[in-house]
């Protein structure tokens, strides 16, 4: 018979309590896989209801290099005037993979597109959850997710800026930098093999974000003293950097092997500068961050707002987190202001007054704004807080109200926007009509969104005829564009219109062969002879 131990009740004390602990991990480990697919699925939902056709330029540049690669010749055009897109190969390599599994149709970039903004929002949740807690991350990914800066993206309606719904950098970029960040926080408080393995996600995700968009790399330079603010041991920085080495490694044999030289991403990103096109000054440039939230659109002052409290916040608590929020924002802010004006207004690198050069710096800045509230919240007195029921009935009512008046001033423009309804009724017309029309003429931009319509969603061919397209800055249209009938918009967005305001009529003679139910998209006849030169007398 074996006889007890004094010792044994204190260990099994000690394993009671190692469970719980355990079980509790578990618990909280699996409340954030839900709350983060939640986050995620109202981000896919969200897209859908915006649902934007696949628009030209920069995206469709990104989406040709994705179908052509590896071979994507960066000196021919389109991608000699985009090299800087078609680089990123933590763009293109994705894309190219959805493009080979569901086909080389609209389908398959809503995939990507929805992809790259679920990154964005998740990443938010999770770096705002890890410093204040779930209320305020999914707060914060909700908040973004119905602002304009990210629901009015459509050029056919009002759009604001380029992102949800739109196959480019911003917010893949910044997501993967943000769920690196929120590894960063977490792995400040593991030890041993569980802080290694997130100091090495963290190095993954932000090594994958330069591939994504470079500019990133700004951020960088500050990982010390992130590691630093979250007290992590200093010779941690060499775990975090060897992911990021071979991220590095695997990006330069890439571009060896496919353009021939290793530096091509970064020789097309530092080439992508010059002159604007908008009016820029020193003055302007410094106010680059301020004109991105407040010129667009009013709600704008949420961001503006956040950045104030933060700054408020930190001077009264003193908080690590604050100041880390701080750091973060303003390694970005500081060179994105330089390289838009500040340096040299005649050679403008990025173009910071655009709302989605600052999609990096919104989740610290979502996060010290909720952060600054919750800890100022916290030195409150507690005889005013029990007085005054604080945290129990003012804080939920005022946080109710005050969400209510945001979601409903940020979505009351949604139903307005025309999503890309009249393009599936052109795409429908297309199809009825394949061997009776045989060619369009468009200006470039309707030409390039038009390429996605002349498949099925899955990017089978639906309609054989073919696209003649011509630059929408002409002085007029060109003769060759006036032999076959005529796709038209009169551009709704910030988008200048075609040949200067010219467009077909029926006083000009042209004919109205189809219009869509919305009255977007019109195709037109053009009049007898419009394509045959004019005699020129003597």
Known sequence: MVQSTAGEPAVQETTTAERRRNRWRGLRRRRVLWLSAAVAACGVLAQWVIMPPPLYFDPYYVWLGARDWPDVPLTRWPFSEVPHQVTRIGLVLPARLVQEVLGPGQLSYFVIAAAGGCLFFVGTYLVVRSLFGDVAGVASALLLMVHPFFTMTNPYGHE???????????????????????????????????????????????????????????????????????????????????PMVAILVFNLVHNTLVWGNPLAGLRSAAGHGGQSRDYVTRDLALRSFLRAMHDWQPLGLVFTGALALMLVGWLVTRDRRLALCLVWFFTLAVPLTLLSGVLDPNDISLRAWLSRYWFSVFPPLLAGGFGSLILMGRMLPSGWVARFRLRTVVA???????????????????????????????????????????????????????????????????????????????????????????????????????????????????????????????????????????????
């Open 160 to 242: 604001i800026t380029w992102s949800m719904g739109v196959m480019l950098p911003d917010m893949p970029g910044a997501g993967l930098f943000a769920c690196g960040m929120a590894a960063l926080v977490v792995a400040s408080r593991r030890k041993g093999r569980a802080q290694t393995r997130f100091l090495v996600a963290a190095g993954l995700l932000f090594g994958t974000s330069f591939l994504v968009r470079e500019f990133l790399a700004f951020l960088f330079l500050m990982i010390p003293a992130y590691v630093a603010l979250l007290r992590i041991p200093w010779r941690r920085n060499v775990t975090i950097g060897i």
């Open 396 to 538: 939920p009512v005022l946080a109710v109200a005050l969400g209510g008046v945001y979601v409903a001033s940020a979505v009351t423009a949604v139903p307005d926007l025309p999503r890309d309804h009249a393009w599936n009724e052109l795409r429908g017309w297309l199809k009825r009509h394949d061997g009776d029309v045989k060619l369009i003429c468009a200006d470039r931009r309707l030409a390039q969104t038009l390429t996605f319509y002349t498949r099925s969603m899955w990017g089978d061919v639906q309609w054989h005829g073919q696209i003649r397209d011509f630059p929408h800055d002409l002085g007029s249209v060109p003769r060759d564009a006036l032999q076959g009938p005529m796709l038209f918009t009169r551009w709704r967005g910030q988008e200048s219109q075609i040949a200067g305001g010219w467009q077909p009529t029926a006083a000009a003679g042209w004919r109205l062969m189809w219009r869509s139910s919305d009255g977007v998209l019109t195709v037109w006849n053009p009049p007898p002879n419009a394509a045959t030169p004019t005699p020129q007398g003597g």
